[in-house]
């Protein structure tokens, strides 16, 4: 009796010790920015022990944490913090280096923020902006806070700071802005097309080469028809304008066409011939003394042999362009604002023997009707921040496009098909990308966002095998229709913080499914996703439960006979009572607990041949293909 | 456990043997008596082999909602989430099983009149035949619930193990005041169906009494609440109260309040514990005060 009785006085909760940062599931720095501090900078960081999250959570920046906390269900995914542990810099002698960035004396070891003081509105700051700086002793904080400013808080206080960064809605919001960018970069392009024409080959020179290198800066040269055996170099700001059918064919040795100025434009042209080299060797071509923890990529993506060259070179503009690539199609490397339109690559005949169609190295600007086919990355992107895809189309290829480290990008409108490994497979944890308009179709795997803060919207993920693979971190996952694929979207992220609403799940073998980690509520202020079979005996257009896509009867609703009586059993019905409640403790598993009844992108669904399956949830007897 | 139903079989046979020399004695002390009703109702239990399979069907079934939620990976937490509601529904009909006809069966075999030629008051009988039936009823309840603790500390769990982890609010605590918590209803119910058994006068009776009892409890007095609050009959500030009159609604508070709500953090308060274990004692010591009257009568 005492004993039971005891069970109920007992407290429950217990005191963790901090972990190594390192094992701990983070979030608040891209892979990118971590890779390029230098060792000795000590960033502040919390780690968090959350009720109902088996993992420990941690964080770069404590105001990643205040930050993450006030975002809408967070609670109801993680539970509440049991404890939270902040970077300790009292005794380590902290200081700021030219970047203000925290430096310490030795390894700063955790307080409990409860105990600790916290430095707000120092000029401390992380890759990521400002930052707070936490102390577990309030004289090594007013120390701190005395040469680099800033005011001293207890933890109740700067809980009651507010924290903002751009977050996923805010790249929502960003999507027109940056199509008018890119319309931007396009019309200052246009200064370029209507460069006078100072120079025509065959009549005023010989060779396409003697041309450049004899006409005015800032002028044009006219190619007419023909074919040239000839490897260029351009080193001032010129526009070459094929006139009819023009070919330029390389001697099968390095890059047929290498541009190295600012403003070169490259206008109706037909590229063959290049070397088969995939990777360079230093010297790059341009004017490049930049050493950066990426040397090696760039001399080993960007060096190789190519139709196109283009580096260190500004607002270059290469259109209606067609390249046999024997290595790479077009390489544009150290340049702001480059825009490449209407241009075509034919990958080589192995696809082995390919680097990629379209290589952007440190080279955000507009890519736009670009296709590129049957070779292994169609357009691939480094540390391009700001790049924008759209309109293009690339078949048959390894991956469509595949973005390294590149943040801010926007991949839009583009049509990509049969990709044996990605339709856009973004890795290394970026920033703040928005893919939106695409239409993907028999991949392997239509779409993986990965990193932070992602947008994915609008997008048609069709007839793949996973439709979506979901790896990212407080990211918006919207109005997409995915439909067809064996798995229609897989989150494989620890971390239960994506928004995965409003997306019309028809026709896919299995709708969703889910890595480790722990059940992942897909509904959000008030709405769920259109799942076909979810399905609901109320007359009044609404789903009157919740729908598990991994539970083994509601992942059968759509296509198994019989599915739809069994999931009505109340047996199931009062195990799936509570189960919202708990979902931190929960594994591998996603539920939707206001699916709707009808698709919420039915004009999106309209443009393909999976409309019909579209049934609302009101229809009691479904009609599973036959 | 062996020892003491023995013991207890000796006992009874005193009891129902020989009534002559019991008659001779003085009146047994209290607490004899007790145990010798306790032991009669527990042989009763023992030997009664539908109560075996109502505990292993329990079993079965507990252990396959626990199978079915996916909570020996997820732990106690999601475990006892899992098992409140088919609990609230099972609990009841096994705990009637266990105690709609112990007073009738007695009575019918006309066992109670015997009884009523000994010095010993109707309230020693029904709480030794309480007291008996409880214990087996507990034991069939707290089997499989200990059988599932057990295979959800033994699996292993599935965490991914470059990762520092930690329990969180899970603990084996919260399953441990699950199980007390389920106990103390079933008791509850059990009184309940002592009481149907002392005031029926034939089985079939007390099958129907047991049928209307059960929808009374597992549905009527939580619809009950819901068409109170709906027509305004229990104001906004008093539900909280008002749910202790359904021993359902009560029970289930008070496994939320004490382990759901312990890691699940802020929110509208989901029960009152006092109330609810006044609700609970009422419906237990009032049915147990029918039954006194029932065998009185």
Redesign the interface.
Known sequence: MAAAIGLFVVDVDTTAEPAPFDDTVSMGLAMEDEIGLDEAVDLPRAQVFYSQYQYVVGYYGVETFLEARETAGHQQQFGYPLSVYVTDYAGTDVDLDADDYPRADGDPGWADAEDAWFVYGSDASTPSGDTVVPFSDRDAAEAFADAHGGELLAWTDLLEQSFESDDSTAVRDRVDDQHRVADQYVADSDALRDRPVSTVVGEDADTIQAAIDEAPSNTTIEVPDGEYNETLEIDRPLTIRGDGNVTISGDGNGTVITGTADRTALLGLEVTGSGSERTGEEPLPGDDDEDDWDQEFEVNYAGGDAGIGLHTADEVLVEDVTVHSSASGIIVRRSDAPVIRNTTVHSPERAEDDQAGILLFHAPGVVEGATVSDGRDAIYSHRSHGLIVRDSHVEGNRLGIHLMHTSDALLAGNDIRSQTIAGIFVMTGPERNALVDNEIRDAEVGLIPSGDNAYVANNSILDGGTGLQIDSTNSLIEHNVVAGNEVGANEREMLPTNRVVRNDFVGNDVHADAGSGPLRIWTHGGSGNYWQGAMSLESDGTVDRAYSPTSPVDQRLHRTDGAPTLSRAPALDAILGFQGSVPGMRTGSVTDLQPSCEPHNPDLLEQTEWNDRAWSCDRTTPTPET | MAGESTSSESAGVDTAERTDGAMAHERPNASRTFRTIVGRELRTVARTRTVFLLGLALTAIVLG?TW???GY???Y??TT??L???LE?LVPIVAVAFGYRAILDDERRGELDVLATYPVSPREIVLGVYAGRAIGLAVAIAIPLAVVAAAIALTG????G??????????P??F??FV?LTLLFALVVLAVAIAISSVVSGARGALALSVVALVVLLVGLDLALVYGLAEGLIGDADLLNALAVSPLSAYRGLVLE?T?V?????GPQVASPIASLIGLAVWGLGSLAVAVWGVGR
Not at chain 2, 157 to 160: A, F, K
Not at chain 2, 162 to 171: K, L, R
């Open positions: 909602i079915v939620g996916g990976q997820a732990g937490l999601p989430v899992d409140l509601t088919p529904l769990d599935t965490t991914v470059v990762y520092a982890t930690h329990e969180g609010a899970d603990s605590i919260l441990g005041r007390v004490t759901v312990v890691a699940g953090g802020t």
